[in-house]
């Protein structure tokens, strides 16, 4: 009965050295687990401090850059005529996607179909090229109350011709209609007017015509305020010089525009402090984990000890056991 007994115990305790063997086996491939996800956050982490934005200074700050900025307020042409809202120094400087396609507000879009007809766009939002001939009617489409022919005459350099406009006279001291008319001469202020359009959107207008144009990333852009930043330091977007004739200059890369002042590139130091916050964070994570399974370990460790020395005592009772009815049998 002894022996049976032990060979009982024997059999539940190799299960249960087996179940402790294994336990530890699995724990010891979850830490190298964890060791794996430190390693890829250490890399995330620095990665993510080195990650930049890139921005524009104006009002005594830096600004991270946006399509307004870069590419004008659609249809709001009097933000470039008065300088109401903050624009590119270079107007040559316009925003394309990685294939060179310059990248369109829905409203520059809706210009040019105006002229060229929808045609000239495919279903994924991206057109084709054109005529610069065509520009001229393309910013009257896109200026309400502007003329195609003034701008056609400021693109040719060519006579402006004449702009006036009537006034009555009035008593400054008195606030009355003294009653004359006078006809002032406005030409030199409507044709400046007409230039700084001409000098904004004609690059614009022209790369687009010599390069093909797209307006598909306008819903990203709408819903996130990053991703010109995001686009242009990922190379999605580029940044490009565009010469008369709307083709690109070669060498434009991220690094000249921010060598020639025209962009930065920085790195906001909130953004690093949430870095780093987050990092902690997950290292604290990582290493909680790791001290729950160093326990566990110990745990399983110990038991097994005491397991194998038990093994080790049932063993030599059931040798023993046996011996004895041998020697019995044998006496």
């Not at 990092?279 to 399983?300: C, F, G, P, Q, T």
């Amino acid at each position: 009965m002894g022996l049976a007994c032990n060979q009982i115990r024997l059999l539940t305790l190799t299960a249960r050295k087996a179940d402790c063997e294994y336990g530890i086996s699995i724990n010891s491939m979850k830490k190298m687990a964890l060791t794996r996800e430190s390693s890829n956050l250490s890399q995330e982490y620095y990665s993510r401090l080195q990650s930049k934005d890139i921005s524009y200074y104006a009002n005594g700050q830096y600004n991270q850059i946006n399509y307004n900025y870069l590419m004008g307020y659609g249809s709001n042409y009097t933000a470039i005529i008065n300088g109401s809202q903050p624009l590119k120094s270079e107007n040559s400087m316009i925003l394309t996607d990685y294939k060179g396609q310059v990248v369109l507000s829905d409203s520059y879009a809706k210009a040019i179909t105006d002229v060229l007809g929808t045609s000239i766009m495919d279903g994924k939002g991206r057109g084709g090229t054109f005529s610069t001939d065509k520009i001229a009617e393309i910013l009257a489409a896109l200026c309400p109350g502007l003329e195609a022919e003034k701008f056609q005459s400021v693109i040719d350099n060519s006579e402006f011709g004449s702009s006036s406009y009537d006034a009555h006279g009035e008593n400054t001291m008195t606030g009355e209609e003294t009653g004359t008319e006078v006809t002032v001469d406005n030409t030199d202020t409507v044709e400046s007017k007409y230039q700084q359009l001409v000098d904004f959107y004609y690059p614009i207008f022209a790369a687009a015509a010599t390069n093909g144009w797209t307006t598909e990333y306008n819903q990203d852009m709408a819903a996130n305020d990053d991703y010109v930043s995001d686009a242009i330091v990922s190379g999605s977007f580029q940044l490009e010089t565009v010469d008369e004739s709307g083709n690109y200059d070669e060498g434009t890369s991220l690094t000249y525009f921010v060598t020639a002042g025209l962009v930065t590139e920085n790195t906001s130091s909130d953004a690093r402090e949430e870095v780093t916050a987050w990092y902690n964070a997950e290292k604290e994570r990582i290493s909680e984990k790791e001290n729950y399974l160093d326990m566990e370990m110990n745990d399983l460790s110990t038991e097994l000890e005491a397991i194998n020395t038990e093994i080790q005592s049932i063993q030599s009772l059931i040798d023993d056991a046996i011996s004895s009815v041998f020697d019995w049998g044998s006496s």
